[in-house]
């Protein structure tokens, strides 16, 4: 093997093996900061000495073996400064500490609540969305700083910045390492469930930038997503967003065009759609719907991208059933954005006509000025109606909304065609084969 | 990127051996930790080729010719669908393999193709477009 073949190889281990290797040692020494220095520090003894030495044949055995030393080194020390400290005559609270024939024992216990309460320390809500997005990343996606920077296009320091401020503010807030119960169980799933969502989606349709979408970013999510269904497995809405994600990733290849731009759900050749994740995802919402009668917000909106995903045509989807669908989740969790989509769907099902009635509501709604897709809908459902002029301004106002120069390309094309030659299409004709149902 | 991991066949395999339970356990495992880590897609055993045949194509000919086939190392009794980071992301997980058959036995691994693959042969984007064109063609006269 040679050096750069080693340290590939040692870079997959790390991925592999990372996640519980931090979840064990953040279990012995009570902080995740320290816990990831020293698996770091694992790491480096590893590209030090495995060049040489060649990889040894159990590679995670070794790091956490590595580590743990490292780990009792620590608690030593920190037990013989307490001692000191005894000594000087402080009165220190008796802290349990391990002695080391325990640690062995508890490091090796169940890996899975250990990573389940990694989990939930990386998503803990003393901490910004953006500290857990780049924590969630960093300790249980194994991402590096470069590669978390890439992916948000951000400067690498920055998420450097936010991972140590992150830890630091763990420490300061004395965040308890473990699985929160009850009512505050709920509450934490979702907020775990909303930062890798919210990760695919990033990757799904990218928010600034060059390129439209990011599909490593959504095999990162999707990853995260199905090691939380199995840490989690009873969780209905887990499945429900596994589920979600699942669908939509099945439809990367067909979501860009051989020049990089966006093709919209209902012009996508449906051929491309994979169908193995397809039925993944299919069959994680069956779970999800068998584990609860009543449907949460992922499950509704896998529900949702499940109706398409049946669709052998576009023209073949069912759109009241889509609208009712939207209907449902817009009085489960009642947002402007959810609004937009169900407006779509009513047009889809009923006409244009009633889709504007619902969408020019929406335009006085003080979130969604900034939000491109409201004059991108409004413009698409002008066009339908024939009014060419007024669809024109709106494609003109969504692409200047837009901070994806793909996506800008299009709506700016779509004004063109506005002015240019209006299509004789019969106004208000029903469910016709293109509109930008995007996203969910 | 997503990995096509093909298990050999042996002797045994294609004799149509069953795995013992403690294999099948051992097995059992391994999947379930595959699953867990998020990276399984899908996966299954095969029967041996005898139950199997193979179509032959030569010009416009079809054979069909019915297993079982010689070369059993060749023949591929499984396989998994991983979706990983790196080859030796692929390599490290299939190290942690228990050995899939009570004799010595391989483990071939194969990356999927992806869309982007294609791109070197339809650098403009052409072959693509045509298939587009098609389905338009297709729908219009449906319509």
């Known amino acids: ?15 592999i093996e990372s996640a519980r290797l931090i979840a064990g040692l953040t279990r012995l020494v009570r902080d995740v900061g320290l816990a990831e220095e020293l698996a770091q520090d694992a790491l480096v003894a590893a590209l030090e000495q495995w060049p040489k030495s060649g990889v040894p044949d159990n590679p995670g055995a070794w790091l956490m073996a590595s580590a743990k030393h490292r780990a009792i080194d620590q608690l030593r020390r920190k037990q ?11 009165e220190l609270e008796t802290q349990q500490a391990l002695s080391v024939q ?13 990573l389940l309460r990694l989990v939930f320390i990386s998503c803990h809500p003393v901490l910004s969305t953006e500290a857990r ?14 590669e978390i920077a890439r992916a948000f296009l951000v400067p690498e320091p920055t998420v450097a910045q936010r991972i140590v401020r992150a830890k630091r503010t763990l420490a300061e807030a004395h965040v308890p390492f473990e699985v929160p119960r009850g009512p505050e169980l709920e509450a934490r799933v979702s907020s775990v469930l909303e930062v890798i969502y919210l990760v695919f989606n990033e990757g799904y349709s990218a928010t600034a930038g060059d390129d439209w979408v990011r599909p490593a970013l959504c095999e990162d999510a999707l990853r995260l997503g199905r090691i939380l269904a199995g840490l989690v497995p009873e969780e209905p809405e887990v499945h429900g967003l596994v589920a979600l994600m699942e669908i939509q990733a099945s439809r990367l290849r067909a979501r860009v065009g051989p020049s990089g731009e966006p093709i919209l759900l209902l012009d996508q050749n449906r051929a491309l759609w994979d169908q193995l994740l397809i039925r993944r995802g299919l069959s994680a919402l069956a779970r999800a719907e068998t584990l609860s009668p009543e449907r ?5 909106q896998a529900a949702i991208a499940a109706c398409h995903a049946r669709a052998r045509t576009a023209e073949q989807t069912d759109w009241p059933l889509i609208a009712a669908l939207y209907t449902g989740l817009a009085q489960l969790s009642p947002s402007p954005v959810i609004e937009l989509n169900r407006a779509m769907a009513l047009s889809m099902a009923f006409g244009p006509a009633i889709g504007l009635q619902l969408v020019d509501e929406l335009t006085e709604e003080p979130s969604l000025q900034g939000y491109h897709l409201l004059p991108s809908v409004r413009g698409d459902l002008l066009f339908k109606l024939g009014r060419y002029d007024e669809a024109r301004g709106e494609f003109e106002r969504a692409a200047s909304l837009t901070r994806n120069a793909r996506e800008k390309g299009v709506l700016l094309e779509r004004a063109a065609a506005c002015a240019r030659d209006p299509l004789p299409q019969p106004p208000s004709s029903p469910p016709e084969g293109k509109a930008p149902t995007r996203r969910r | 990127m997503k990995f096509m991991v093909l298990v050999k066949a042996t002797k045994e395999s294609e004799a149509g051996t069953m795995p013992s339970e403690e294999m099948l356990t051992a097995m059992m495992k391994y ?6 880590a998020g990276i399984m897609l899908a996966g299954e055993g095969l029967h041996p080729s005898s139950k199997g045949a193979r179509i032959r194509f030569s010009g416009p000919k079809r054979t069909v010719i019915d297993g079982p086939f010689a070369e059993t190392k060749e023949l591929v009794a499984g396989f998994w669908l991983w979706q990983v980071k790196s080859k030796e992301e692929a390599i490290e997980w299939l190290k942690r393999c228990p050995n899939p058959m009570n004799e010595d036995s391989e483990i071939e691994l194969r990356q999927v193709f992806d869309a982007e693959d294609f791109a070197a042969s339809d650098p403009t984007g052409e072959v693509r477009r045509k298939e587009e064109e098609l389905r338009a063609l297709t729908e219009s006269r449906r319509g």
């Open chain 1, 102 to 114: 325990d640690l062995d024992a508890a490091i090796d216990d169940s890996v899975g609540d250990d």
């Open chain 1, 80 to 90: 013989r400064l307490e001692r000191k400290h005894e000594e000087l005559g402080h």
């Open chain 1, 1 to 15: 093997m040679t050096a750069s073949e080693t340290h590939r190889a040692i870079h997959a281990v790390w991925r």
């Open chain 1, 296 to 300: 949460g917000p992922y499950t509704f």
């Open chain 2, 31 to 36: 999947n379930e930790e595959l699953v867990k």
């Open chain 1, 133 to 146: 997005v780049a924590l969630t990343l960093r300790l249980l996606g194994g991402l590096t700083t470069e």
